[in-house]
């Protein structure tokens, strides 16, 4: 079963969910998709045993064999390619590895060259398997390297994916293929308005979803209200405690300091089970 952690806003606990679940549950493969800000590893402290390099295809213009047609640069829709009298640009960071430009050019000037954009690592925490991607400082498109990411989950086991925060492509490319989302959020304006953006997201895409209510206490009943007038089940609620803080704040998911949250994060995981198979 493939099982996604995510949320609307930053911030909001989904790397906290995501990891005391997987360390509660045990024996589970842990994606930490969130490439531009993994931090999954920060509360595991895994043994790194391997890593690779990730790259992306961007276009290489052989300049003796282009005739500056332009066909190439009017067919690219990210304006990745610029053509002028006397020489073909290409901007790799706007490049989306489409190939287009390739098919398209009538000289077949064009050709393929690697970028490098980012690091997998792969890690070991006692039965917990871990992978996480580290996208390259200034490269802009993290989605490449999350589908990276995802190549390397092992279909016949439990996986949690961490997403990235927020709702669009990484958001989008981390929750596809998921038998189930769970939707973290907080009790304030700020949460709220961001959960519903993310479950008329999922709703589009059709992945079944409920909601971990993080930091329950502070804030209003609104949160609440949408979820009941919406027909969201709440499937866990973590208290805003002091204990719970200080404990993420040394790097420890708190559910090994506090049993009593690893039977609940195991609940979590059986209530998850159960609704994907109804």
């Known amino acids: 079963m493939i099982i996604c952690v995510a949320s609307g806003k930053g911030g909001t606990g989904k790397t906290s969910v995501a990891v005391n679940m997987a360390v509660s ?36 213009v052989n300049q003796q064999l282009c005739t500056h047609c332009e066909r190439c640069a009017k067919f690219c829709q990210y304006n990745a390619i610029f053509a002028t009298a006397e020489k073909t640009l290409v901007f790799p960071e706007l490049c989306h590895s489409c190939g287009g430009c390739a098919i398209i050019c009538p000289q077949k000037a064009i050709s393929w060259e690697k970028n490098h954009i980012g690091t997998l690592k792969f890690g070991k925490a006692g039965n917990l398997s871990l992978v996480y991607g580290e996208l390259e400082v200034s490269k802009p498109l993290s989605v490449p390297v999350i589908k990276a990411v995802k190549k390397q989950m092992v279909t016949n ?109 195991q609940a979590l995981y059986d209530n998850v089970m159960e609704l994907v198979e109804k």
């Open 25 to 60: 549950v045990g024996n589970v493969q842990l994606l930490d998709c969130d490439v531009e800000e993994p931090n999954s590893h920060l509360l595991l402290n895994p043994e790194i045993y391997k890593t690779e390099p990730v790259y992306s295809l961007i276009p290489l």
């Open 157 to 265: 086991s439990t996986v949690i994916l961490d997403s990235p925060p927020g709702t669009s492509c990484p958001f989008v490319e981390t929750v596809s293929g998921s038998d189930f989302c769970i939707l973290v959020t907080e009790p304030t304006p700020f949460g709220l308005h961001d959960l519903k953006i993310a479950v008329e997201v999922l709703r589009k895409i059709a992945i079944p979803f409920g909601v971990v209510v993080n930091r329950s206490g502070v804030g209003d009943n609104t949160l609440y209200e949408y979820c009941k007038k919406e027909n969201i089940r709440i499937l866990m609620e973590i208290p805003y405690q002091r204990r719970i803080a200080e404990l993420y704040s040394k790097g420890v998911p708190f559910s090994l300091e506090m049993p009593e949250w690893e039977e609940k994060f």
